[in-house]
């Protein structure tokens, strides 16, 4: 995962396929339709979350305690996965068309969901019936 740390409003952003940027507008990219390349403005520091170390922390969340830590690092400035392009070369990306690869998280959630459902007990079915 990526992301952009304003130096200006200290904000940070993740990056998605269509533009965003931090609350002052200083900063913001987007990911290229590859999911991997990004493009990015601003005075800002590019951020990264090891994927697979942060997927671990989010399954073992615990209930109390110091949290489950992951790796996150500075991306350096020279980087072949993030393009650092002046603000007057930037295009905004206003389209969504592109798929950000987490449609399967909302068919994830609804499965939950549906499995934890717990029906109203005092209902009564006509089979059930005295």
């Known amino acids: 995962m990526k992301l952009l740390y304003c130096n200006t409003c ?3 952003v993740k990056l998605s ?3 965003k940027t931090c ?3 200083e900063t913001g990219g987007n990911y290229e339709p590859d999911g991997l390349h990004a493009k990015y403005y601003g005075d800002c520091k590019p951020i990264g979350f090891a994927n697979n170390t942060f997927k671990t922390a989010r399954e073992c969340q615990p209930a109390f305690g110091a949290g489950f830590e992951f790796t996150a690092f500075v991306i350096p400035k020279v980087c072949p996965t993030m393009d650092h392009i002046d603000y007057s070369e930037y295009i905004p990306v206003t389209d969504g068309s592109y798929d950000d690869g987490y449609e399967y998280l909302e068919e994830d959630v609804a499965k939950i969901k549906a499995e934890k459902k717990v029906g109203n007990a005092f209902q009564q079915t006509d089979s059930d019936a005295i």
């Open 17 to 19: 396929y269509t533009t």
């Open 10 to 12: 200290k904000d940070i």
């Open 23 to 25: 609350q002052c507008g």
